[in-house]
């Protein structure tokens, strides 16, 4: 039987391009898929030049960074790999 959480990632410089979309691995739990979600962007975010701004960080993770999500019939499993993106930008920017 399939693991209920399924972890995809799309290629933000290939926007809408399904040949571009890769399937990361499954996951027996939700806690374990958003893991490996926020793994994939923070290791586009740890190469990337954090000496500039928050929003020049997050528009080149928009731009050239990978957009992790899970698909599963979980209603209360919700990850928006933008949203972390954003987060993980400001927090960068700070130091």
């Given at each position: ?19 571009e ?35 020049d ?38 130091k």
């Amino acid at each position: 039987m399939d693991k209920p959480y399924v972890v995809y990632v799309n290629e933000n410089s290939h926007y809408m391009d399904e040949e571009e979309r890769y399937k990361l691995g499954e996951f027996d739990d939700c806690q374990s898929a958003v893991v490996a979600c926020k793994r994939i962007v923070d290791e586009f975010l740890e190469k990337a030049d954090n000496n500039v701004s928050a929003d020049d960080l997050f528009k080149e993770y928009t731009t050239f960074g990978e957009d992790s999500w899970v698909i599963t019939s979980d209603k209360d499993c919700k990850f928006s790999a933008w949203e972390y993106a954003k987060e993980r930008c400001r927090e960068l920017a700070r130091k």
